[in-house]
């Protein structure tokens, strides 16, 4: 497991404030890489990078910590410190539910503030919520752009910054200003995010379970029938140990009409390839992103039709759930607009859209009390008691975080 990233950190912030461009000067990998992304200019979907960090035994700190194999300033070989895997989540209003499913396989986080612009934006309001409803603790505020401003401004905006995250669960992170077109202040970034951001301790006696964030079909067009691979799920193991050959369960699965009735049967398939860290092994534990190739059909896996899935050694996961219970914890105020409304309580018969794990759900409520409501849910879930929900509302034409639940 030594090519195994230890830890997935999220990058989260209003659009256009430079998440995949922090990205691609850490790891040299720029995450858009879909068509549409491409075209559009922003990230729709959540994009990956696995990063080595590294430091030189030669220069003094910061300036020693790398991701180079050699060092830029005194040309000597730097050595391997430790694995990260980064999770690009996209900044735009319309795509929350992407951000809050990535947010589920965070560690830790890095803030990104634009210092150009007035601070707070309403997605970096937002998703600075997010962090907290999801329970991400471990935070780090990038101040970027600092090379398009006056030192007066970037002073300003730093100011704004510290106004902005007191009483969240960033009030005491460190706040790092950088460059990240010029590649400024990153050694100082990967030394904070070396020594700030833990790896958490995981069990890898427990029985694995992976949260599916990702799915593909790897088969380009025109490929002859003896020479199709099976589909690949990709995502972050939470506990336990995979390898080559495991029988796995995906759940929820798909849809099926059985005796005139629709119903849905996970799936059940054979481990035949692990990646990790951009290398095919032959065992992935917990931490980092991982790509899992099975027996699937991969017209089952294309396009990311298994997002949100759980999957595991057969028997051992959840209860698929169709409706539950939930106490609920409501923000005072619904972020993300310029006019932030008080957050009324749960109505029964109201919509809302629910984040559990990578799983994105939209549930009916049809009984509403003090702090608890039960829902029904339109795509049924693969989750148990204890598990934390992002609860949002319809607010306009937008879904609106609006606070939290606990299954019962």
């Not at 199709?228 to 995502?235: K, M, N, P, R, T």
């Not at 050694?313 to 169709?322: E, F, S, V």
């Not at 879930?381 to 949002?392: D, Y």
Request: a neutral charge.
């Amino acid at each position: 497991m030594k090519v195994q990233s230890e830890i997935n950190i999220g990058l989260v912030g209003h659009v256009d404030h430079g998440k995949t461009t922090l990205t691609k000067a850490l790891s040299g990998i720029w995450t858009d890489t879909h068509s549409e992304e491409t075209k559009r200019g922003i990230s729709i979907r959540l994009g990956y990078a696995d990063i080595t960090f590294r430091r030189c035994m030669e220069c003094p700190i910061p300036q020693c910590y790398t991701t180079s194999l050699v060092c830029e300033h005194c040309g000597s070989e730097t050595q391997t410190i430790r694995k990260v895997s980064f999770v690009d989540s996209p900044g735009h209003e319309t795509l929350m539910a992407t951000m809050l499913s990535g947010a589920a396989i965070m560690d830790g986080a890095i803030l990104v503030i634009a210092a150009n612009e007035p601070c707070p934006q309403p997605q970096t309001k937002e998703h600075l919520m997010a962090l907290d409803v999801i329970g991400v603790t471990e935070v780090i505020v990038v101040q970027n752009k600092i090379d398009i401003v006056s030192r007066e401004r970037a002073m300003e905006s730093y100011q704004e910054i510290k106004e902005f995250v007191k009483g969240t669960c960033a009030e005491d992170a460190p706040i790092i200003p950088v460059s990240a077109q010029q590649g400024a202040n990153i050694d100082i970034l990967i030394e904070t995010i070396h020594h700030q951001i833990r790896t958490p301790r995981r069990s890898l006696r427990k029985a694995p379970r992976l949260h599916v964030a990702r799915s593909f079909d790897i088969n380009r067009p025109g490929c002859t029938p003896e020479n199709i691979q099976g589909g690949v799920i990709g995502g972050s193991l939470i506990q336990g140990k995979l390898k080559l050959g495991d029988e796995i369960e995906v759940k929820p699965g798909i849809q099926i009409k059985n005796k005139g009735k629709m119903e849905w049967m996970s799936l059940i398939s054979n481990i035949t390839g692990l990646v990790a860290g951009g290398e095919s092994v032959e065992e992935v534990g917990p931490g980092g992103l991982i790509g899992v190739g099975t027996n699937l059909d991969p017209s089952l896996t294309k396009a990311d039709s298994l997002s949100g899935s759980v999957a595991g050694r057969p028997g051992t996961l959840p209860d698929i759930l169709h409706q539950f219970t939930m106490k609920t914890h409501l923000l005072e105020r619904v972020v993300g607009t310029k006019e932030e409304k008080a957050v009324e309580p749960i109505k029964s018969s109201e919509p809302l859209m629910i984040n559990i794990g990578t799983s994105t759900t939209i549930g009916v409520v049809t009984s509403a009390r003090k702090n608890e409501v039960d829902v029904k849910l339109k795509l049924p879930v693969c989750a148990e008691a204890g598990q934390r929900a992002a609860l949002s509302r319809r607010v306009g034409a937008r879904w609106r975080l609006i606070g939290y639940g606990i299954i019962k």
